[in-house]
C-alpha cells in the first residue's frame, strides 16, 4: 500500500470521500469548512480524528447531491484533523492534504460517499529543474508577504513539490485553475505553472502602485488650482473686480450642472477666456451666452416615475375614447421600458387624418410616464439650423430647437413631440430631415452634436413622437428610422362618447356657460355628427360644439337668466348651425345605371368618390375627366379593355362599343385624384352602363382590377370602411387578399357592415349589380350570369 505525506499509509478501496462544492485541498496545506449536507454528517459520525479520506471537488458547486459525472477525477487525501459540533446540522471540520488522489469510480452514496482510487506518482520531483524553481518560489515568498500580506510558512523540510502547493494553497487559486495545478504530476512543470501566477500578481501590484502614484499627484494638482483660486477670489474681492464674481458664479454652476469629461475641458477652456478677457468686447458676451447655455443644459438631470402601466393605461383611457390598438402599442413600448431597465428613449410616429388626437396623445403619454412634454412644431421648417443650430461665428448665433426643448424640458429623459414631421421642407440652407435622421436614430443619437455647442449631447433616453399626416412625403431612410402607428379614424360611438367626455365640457367651460345651464341631447350630437361634419377626427364637431355654446352663451347673457336650463335637440340645430351641410347622396347618385360608389383614402381619412359613366354616339373612344393621375387613368383603360375583351360575356354587344364613345368622370373635379384602387369601380360603372343594370345604392368598393379580371389588395382598407360606415353604405366589396386587414376595423362597425371579399370581378359584378331590368330599350340585350370566361 503506498504512503502519503508523513507516512501515513493510503486508505484502502473503497474508502470515504468528501465532495467539496467550493475550492481545492492540496497537499501540505490545511483547509477549514463548515459540512452539513446528510451524508457528510454520516461520515464524520462513523470516523474520528487521524483518519484518512479523499476530498474532491465538485464541477459544479450547485448540486446537493453530485454523482459520479458531478466530481472532478483529481482529489486529495486529506487527514481529519479536528471535529467541532456547531449546531445539530452542521459541524466544523479541520482536514490536513496528505498526498493526490486519482478517482477511479464512486461505489457507494448511502450513508454517504464511498468510492475507489489510487495515489498519483509524481515526476522530476528531485530533480535539479524542481529544486531551482522551488528556491525561486521560497524567494518570490517573500514579496508576496510584503506586497499581498500573504504570508506562506515554507519549512525547510518541504520537497520541491510541496513547496509549490503550499503557495498555490495561500494563493487561493480560481477552481479551473487550481484543479490545473492540482492534477500536473510533473512536478517542474507544475512549478512553472505557480511561478507564473506569482509573477502576474506581482505585474499587477506594480500597476496598481502606478495608479496610485498618478492619482496621488493628480489630486496634488488639483489641490493646488484650488489653493489658488482661493486666493485668486480674495484678491479679486479686495479689488472689487465684479467679472471675477461672475466668472466664479459661472464655474459654480458648470461645476452643478455635472459636465461630461469633454464638455468639461471645453467650458473650462472658455471660461478660462472670458476671464482673461476681463469681460470686456463683444467676446466676452459670446462667451457668457455659451457658457450659461452649457451650465443650463440638463446633462445628468432625469425625471423619475413610478407610473405602473395600469396608471398609464387609466390615463390614457381618461383622454381619448377608443384608438384601442393605438393605446395597445404605446402600452408595450412602456411595458418593455419598465422590464428591461433600458433608459433608452422610444420613436414613435403617430400617422392619421387631422383633428384624431395624434399630439394630445403626446401630451397624454408624458402625463402618464411622469416626464415633462415639449412639443417643437416643424410644419414650414426648411433651415437645418433650426435642428443643429448656428454656428458661434455668426452674430446672434443659438442652439437649435432641440436643445431649447431640453432646456426648457428640466431633464434629459423629456417626451418630446415632433410635430407635423411630414410638412418639413428643403432650401439653400439644407435640409431638416437630413438632420432629423441622426436625432431618430438610437444608435447615432447619444452623441448629437450641436453646431453652437461643438459638445456631443445624449438624446438616446428622450422618448421621441412623431405626428404626421402622411408618411409618403417622408424620405426612405427617415420612415426607416419610425416606428409608425396608425390612426384611422373614429368611429360614429367613438365620436359620441368624446363629445360628451371631452369636448363639450371643455367648451362649456370656455364659453362661461354652467353645466347645469345646457343640455345637449344625444339625438342632437348624432345629428350633428352626421349632418354637420364629415371627418375622420373630432376637429370640425369641436367647432360645431363651441358654436352652440356661443350661441347658448349668448341668450343666457340676453336674458340674464344663468338659473334657465336650456336644451338642446336635434329639430333646435338649425338655429344654432344653421341648415345641415351633408345629407346621403349615394342613392341618389346610383339611381341611374352607369353609376358606382367607390371608396377612397385621403390625409384627411377614407372618403367615398362616385364613377361616372355615360355613352354617347360616336366611335368608339373614351374620355377621362375628374382631374385624374396617370394611374387612376390607366386603371379605367385597363377596366375598358377587360369589357371590350368579354363583351358577351357581360351581355354587351359588340356594336355597342363600335358605335359609342363613351365617358368616365369622377366628381369633385378641383380635387385631384389617383391611385389603382378605383379600378373596380370604374369597371364595375362600365359594365351597369353598357349591360344596363344598376348598382346597388347601398353598396361601396375598392380594389385594384387587371387585364385578366383579378382583384388585387389595396392599401387604406380601414380608413375606407370607416368612410363607407360614415356615408350610410351598409355592404362593401373587398378584395380577398385584404381580409386580414378587416380586424383592424372596430368590431361595432364591421357587425353593422356587410363584406363581401371578391378574388375575381365575376364575384364583384354578383354582389355589385342588380338584376335586369325586365323591360330592355332598343338596342340592349340581356345579361346572362357572368360565369363564361377565365381569369386564371
Not at 69 to 97: F, K, M, N
Not at 424 to 433: F, I, K, L, R, T
Request: proline share 6%; glycine share 8%; hydrophobic share 45%.
Amino acid at each position: 500500500m503506498a504512503s502519503l505525506r508523513g507516512g501515513a499509509p493510503a486508505p484502502a478501496s473503497p474508502f470515504p470521500i468528501l465532495p467539496l462544492r467550493t475550492g481545492v485541498l492540496f497537499p501540505a496545506a490545511t483547509l477549514a469548512l463548515t459540512v452539513g449536507r446528510p451524508r457528510s454528517l454520516a461520515m464524520l459520525h462513523a470516523l474520528h480524528v487521524g483518519d484518512v479520506i479523499g476530498v474532491v471537488p465538485q464541477r459544479d458547486g450547485k448540486v446537493l447531491e453530485p454523482s459520479e459525472d458531478d466530481l472532478a477525477r483529481v482529489g486529495t487525501y486529506a487527514r481529519i484533523v479536528q471535529v467541532a459540533r456547531q449546531s445539530d446540522r452542521a459541524y466544523r471540520v479541520v482536514l490536513e492534504g496528505v498526498g493526490r488522489l486519482e478517482l477511479q469510480r464512486l461505489v457507494t452514496a448511502d450513508p454517504f460517499w464511498t468510492a475507489e482510487g489510487a495515489p498519483i506518482d509524481e515526476t522530476g520531483a528531485g530533480s535539479d529543474e524542481a529544486v531551482l524553481l522551488a528556491g525561486e518560489l521560497r524567494r518570490l515568498a517573500a514579496d508576496l508577504a510584503r506586497d499581498f500580506a500573504v504570508v506562506v510558512p515554507l519549512p525547510e523540510e518541504l520537497s520541491p513539490g510541496e513547496v509549490g502547493d503550499a503557495i498555490a494553497a495561500a494563493l487561493g487559486l480560481e477552481s479551473a485553475l487550481a484543479l490545473e495545478v492540482l492534477a500536473e504530476r510533473d512536478v517542474p512543470e507544475r512549478l512553472r505553472r505557480v511561478v507564473g501566477v506569482v509573477g502576474a500578481l506581482r505585474q499587477r501590484a506594480e500597476v496598481k502602485a502606478k495608479v496610485e502614484s498618478d492619482v496621488r499627484r493628480e489630486l496634488g494638482k488639483h489641490q493646488r488650482e484650488a489653493v489658488l483660486r482661493e486666493q485668486l477670489r480674495a484678491i479679486q474681492k479686495e479689488l472689487g473686480d465684479g467679472e471675477g464674481g461672475e466668472a466664479e458664479k459661472l464655474r459654480q454652476r458648470l461645476a452643478a450642472a455635472e459636465l461630461p469629461e469633454e464638455v468639461r475641458e471645453q467650458a473650462e477652456r472658455e471660461l478660462g477666456r472670458l476671464e482673461a478677457s476681463g469681460g470686456q468686447g463683444p467676446e466676452a458676451n459670446v462667451l457668457r451666452t455659451y457658457l450659461d447655455w452649457v451650465a443650463s443644459l440638463p446633462w445628468s438631470k432625469r425625471a423619475v416615475s413610478d407610473s405602473s402601466l395600469d396608471d398609464i393605461a387609466a390615463r390614457l383611457d381618461a383622454d381619448h375614447a377608443g384608438l384601442e390598438d393605438v393605446k395597445k402599442r404605446i402600452l408595450e413600448h412602456m411595458a418593455v421600458l419598465q422590464l428591461s431597465g433600458n433608459p433608452r428613449g422610444t420613436l414613435l410616429c403617430f400617422v392619421g387624418p387631422p383633428g384624431v388626437g395624434k399630439t394630445s396623445l403626446g401630451q397624454s403619454i408624458a402625463d402618464a410616464t411622469g416626464r415633462p412634454f415639449v412639443r417643437i412644431a416643424l410644419g414650414g421648417v426648411r433651415d437645418e439650423a433650426e435642428i443643429r443650430g448656428h454656428r458661434r461665428t455668426y452674430v446672434g448665433a443659438l442652439p437649435g430647437r432641440l436643445l431649447h426643448a431640453l432646456r426648457k424640458a428640466g431633464v434629459k429623459n423629456p417626451v418630446i413631440l415632433l410635430d407635423e414631421i411630414d410638412k418639413v421642407g428643403s432650401s439653400w440652407a439644407g435640409s431638416p430631415e437630413a438632420a432629423l435622421l441622426e436625432v431618430l436614430d438610437p444608435e447615432q443619437n447619444r452623441t448629437f452634436t450641436d453646431h453652437y455647442l461643438e459638445a456631443p449631447f445624449d438624446l438616446s433616453e428622450v422618448l421621441f413622437l412623431c405626428t404626421a399626416n402622411q408618411l409618403e412625403p417622408l424620405s426612405a431612410p427617415l420612415r426607416d428610422r419610425l416606428e409608425v402607428v396608425e390612426l384611422s379614424g373614429y368611429t360614429v360611438p367613438e365620436k359620441l362618447a368624446i363629445a360628451r367626455g371631452h369636448l363639450l365640457p371643455k367648451r362649456l367651460r370656455e364659453s362661461g356657460v354652467p353645466v347645469e345651464s345646457l343640455i345637449v341631447t344625444d339625438t342632437a350630437l348624432s345629428a350633428i355628427v352626421a349632418e354637420y361634419t364629415r371627418e375622420a377626427g373630432v376637429r370640425q364637431l369641436d367647432r360645431e360644439l363651441l358654436r352652440v355654446t356661443r350661441g347658448v352663451a349668448l341668450e343666457i347673457a340676453r336674458a340674464r337668466e344663468a338659473e334657465a336650463t336650456i336644451v338642446v335637440d336635434a329639430p333646435d340645430l338649425d338655429r344654432y348651425l344653421g341648415k345641415p351641410r351633408f345629407h346621403s347622396e349615394v342613392a341618389e347618385r346610383t339611381s341611374a345605371a352607369g353609376v358606382a360608389t367607390g371608396l377612397a383614402w385621403t390625409p384627411a381619412g377614407g372618403d367615398i368618390l362616385f364613377i361616372e359613366t355615360t355613352r354617347m354616339p360616336g366611335k368608339g373612344s373614351i374620355e377621362i375627366t375628374g382631374q385624374l393621375g396617370d394611374v387612376m387613368k390607366e386603371s379605367a383603360r385597363a377596366a375598358l379593355s377587360f369589357v371590350k375583351s368579354h363583351a358577351e360575356a357581360l351581355g354587351v354587344p359588340r356594336e355597342r362599343l363600335a358605335d359609342a364613345d363613351l365617358h368616365i368622370h369622377v366628381p369633385a373635379g378641383a380635387v385631384p385624384k389617383d391611385g389603382p384602387s378605383a379600378g373596380v369601380t370604374m369597371f364595375t360603372a362600365l359594365t351597369s352602363l353598357l349591360s344596363g343594370r344598376r348598382v346597388r345604392s347601398d353598396t361601396a368598393m375598392t380594389g385594384e382590377v387587371t387585364l385578366r379580371g383579378r382583384v388585387l389588395p389595396v392599401g387604406g382598407i380601414k380608413s375606407k370602411v370607416l368612410a363607407a360606415h360614415r356615408a350610410g353604405i351598409r355592404r362593401v366589396i373587398l378584395p380577398a387578399r385584404n381580409e386580414r386587414d378587416l380586424a383592424d376595423v372596430p368590431r361595432e362597425v364591421r357587425d353593422e357592415l356587410e363584406v363581401i371579399f371578391a378574388s375575381d370581378v365575376v364575384e364583384v359584378l354578383a354582389a355589385a349589380l342588380e338584376p335586369a331590368p325586365p323591360a330592355l330599350g332598343e338596342g340592349d340585350v340581356p345579361s346572362p350570369a357572368p360565369t363564361t370566361w377565365a381569369t386564371a
